[in-house]
């Protein structure tokens, strides 16, 4: 078993590698309760420490730092040179060839006056230049928000015979979306938004997608009479039963331009040079049809068009926000569900582009930007904004080099406002159903699919039961029941932790678990756990009830074996990462529960926290006592392997 | 540095302990996914193996086992001994003689007629012997249950105004706690009462008890016109405006009892033999206080009596219960508070006194037991019992043998209920207030609450949440406010993992945290992590921040030693105990975030399901490669320092 046990030089320090030094465990260095609460709430809302760079400078700097911190463009600005603003130039002028269409069928989206999304491409671009922190963000209306937004407040106002009253409360909604986000950065609860999980967000994009898509039938078929509803079934239902509305001229419009729009869209997938073509394929649909309509005077043969679009630029809003009244309610919900879905989106994207270019975002401080952004956008005629994944990563194809290519967009919409409003009277709205089902159907990611079920079958489970709840029950219910199942996994891993029994790897002092490393053996007379999780009130009686469970088993085994009975349990608590009160008293009661066994129970290197705890519980030192604490499991072994009578240990 | 370095027979072998034998991380024995399903579901529900006993046993003695399984009865009643019954009888007569006058004060409480507090002594005692695993569990109503249950339904329904429906709605209740309660049993989710953890109960019994004794105001004070509400302004202003009622008779009587009660309690406490005089003492109380109403005559000077009661056994009530109606909600509601409050006082209570006499509680059995018994009382006119705690203790200490003392109470009762009913109606309510001040002031624990402030501080704060909660807000809000805290600090704890920077205790293979072991020393050119928590959704974005910020830091720092910057980041996964799709992807995003930095990223010993998972996900072999997966820190260190170029490792 043992392979150099012949040589008898040393042999205690080099057989099983046993060091007979026993290493003290001694309790962390004294911190005070002040320090070791302010250590704890650095680490829990400052983990990125952002005072760091104030550190060791002079006062004058120190305020232009601030300055920096609160307005990046005063970091990059002074630097700004005509190269990069070339290269802005050309990226800020495809991402408004495609702001334009999507800013109107996103509106649509809303159940908002198309002119609505173009107002909100024109002023929070601007904001968030002044104060955004990514290079590549591209700032607009987004699908998944404007979905939201439209269907939550749809539910209690009608866009049709209420048009102004919902307006306001998409307006207010807009406030309390901004509010929210920019206090969960002021707040730096920015953590937050980490409970949506990329299963979570897959499962929920491809659910979105898919009500989003059926949504489209509406102005895809040419249907005038369609439901309010926006569940699968509903839908379906209205769009078979409405046949004798359906008009062959939208639905030959339509099919061309959805084969266009996916096929430029796969030329740039393919060619990432070919960028331009899937950025600009939404603008030329937009000209084509609408010279089209114009040309054949289509409107009069069943084609349905935006018709008169209001010119001139943002009205101003903020008259128009609630703070009161019955809806009051029904607008913060609003505001919370899309600010936080709007929020992820950003940060994530944000986050992503970063990553590519190797620099930082600072996810608190892009969450004021964005938090402010709407609620400025809230009072000039905006609704729900954030960073668009799809106009960014055009942007980014497009060479953007800073967010002056965001104000380039802003200045072309601001021109499109002021001067080619009246182009787009002719526009029919099946184009524009065709572009947002083309952006939508791109967000349901199948290959993610596939890898989380290859990975994390629970993941898989979260992922369906999001895409399903928001296709069959409701957006927000859908997002709802996914984040509680994902909660309720951590929940059951804190309330059932893993014990693992370790045994010892031949030749060494390593202990690794018996049921993953085959080599790994039992030592007789003890038994050696690995507690796999912090302890505290909700798995303090499981982790009693498998310990001595454990205890049974192994006994239950070995007299079948004929062997020794247990003389030790180890615990080791290397894993163990917290303790509380619940978890401190664990130990007493264990204690005296495997002493009526006649083992002993012995502790391995508990972690700071713990063994501070355990040695102000344990005034009477009886769990912690000088043979009953050891640093590591080989020590505790080798110290009390002699102490065993009539067993002859094969360990030392 | 290295006290054995002249040594150089196995240099390699016994310097620093580094061997350079380097062990394979290989991945666990492989597992089809049902298999690991079924392995979960059964450490998720059954971590109790209650089928373990089944095993190895001929089909006869399978079925007798399984009926001594459902009537444990059956286990000990063919046992059963005249010796036995001696001890159990005395116990059963004790505690029937405090099972009175607190089932007629505990009724109260709760609004009800106090009939119904007896007859709630009766039947359910029957049910619990039967079905029962507790040898020490005396039934019977409780004043917390009561209080909850009365405050609850007085919010919708006056007991006074309307006491028929009060009544229906109090039954109604019970069979939806006792629905609940068998429920939790059968579905094996007994772990749900674990969320309240002792710190939550501790605040709570306070703040309850708080309440109670102000509400017993009425009764000691004499107030005939009192208020309904609980809280403690309210009431104390009730008491206050309403000086003109006092009654200097009703006081007077309050005080002596108010220090009688207690002192018998300290004398009881003292010398435990002498129990029956704190036993006993309520009896003699109401006795006493009846005798002297009635020679006084004091009902006609100021003192309110209980009056006239009915005799009789429990009449049927399951025609009271209401399964549907406005008031459903109202009841499930109740039910499931008071259900999961008194399930989780019998059940601290069951295992208290298990492990004083070293047996077995089955957690899930007694739900079912306790559940049944609320169900079967619903039916026959008795509202929520379980094992109340201080009964317990009084027929623990009178030498209880079986739950054959819980029939004897029973019988006694019973023999009340039928003969001795017009002896209570000159019983006067001040005393009964007395009992219950003095039964729950009891409930406030301080030396616990100290105990709890000296171990952990957050504890404290959510102890103190559930007692300001309870005494100034309302009972149910009080303990849902101190659940949310703990569930939000487990949550907390999951997102802000601990990373601990491992550092070399000299001479050894060991590595512990360089903050906590002094000794411990940095080995140049590596930066040693260790993760203390499972990795996922909700924490990814802060450990990838937080381990880059470990890697900026110690750069900073060896920056002004002048030493040798990073070359490896071993990751100790150890601690690591589960890992899902977004956990997996963080060692992707690490990787490629620490190379652009010219650091390499190693792993070590990922347990089984980790390891598993980021083998599935890593089809290109690159976080897993030969040579950045280790065993051990020791090994990984000791095979990666000849590597460095340019650097004099002081490890090997």
Redesign the interface.
Known sequence: MEPNAS?N??PD??LG?T?MEV?KV?P??HRS?IQK?KSKLK??FF???PL?QFKRQPLGKKWILAAQYVFPILQWGPNYSFKLFKSDIVSGLTIASLAIPQGISYAKLASLPPIVGLYSSFVPPLVYAVLGSSRDLAVGPVSIASLILGSMLRQKVSPINDPLLFLQLAFSSTFFAGLFQASLGLLRLG?II???????LIGFMAGAAVIVSLQQLKSLLGITHFTKQMGLVPVLSSAFHNINEWSWQTILMGFCFLVFLPLARHVSMRKPKLFWVSAGAPLVSVILSTILVFAFKAQHHGISVIGKLQEGLNPPSWNMLHFHGSNLGLVIKTGLVTGIISLTEGIAVGRTFA?LK?YQVD?NKEMMAIGLMNVIGSATSCYVTTGAFSRSAVNHNAGAKTAVSNVVMSVTVMVTLLFLMPLFQYTPNVVLGAIIVTAVIGLIDFPAAC??W??????FVVMLCAFFGVVFISVQDGLAIAVAI??FK?????????T?VLGN?PG???F??L????DATRIPGFLILSI???I???????LK??IL?WI?EYETEEDIKKQSSIHFLILDL??V??????G??LFK?LK??VE?KGVELVLV?P??EVLE?LI??DDARDIMGPDTLY??VGEAVAALSPTMKGQSSSYV
């Open positions: 040589n030089m040393q320090h080099c590698i060091p290493h001694v962390p260095p309760t609460l680490e829990t983990p990125d420490d760091l953590f980490d409970f949506l999980s990329k299963a979570i990553a190797n996810g890898q989380i290859k990975i994390d079958k629970f993941d994902s909660i951590i929940l059951l891993q804190v309330t059932r932790p893993k693992l790897i060494t002092d390593i690794r678990n049921h993953h490393y085959k796999e999780a912090p505290n009130f909700a798995n303090t009686t499981y009830e498998r469970r049974n290397s894993a990462s917290a303790i509380d009160t619940s401190v008293s009661d005296k529960a009526n290197n972690v700071g705890k102000r519980a640093l590591t």
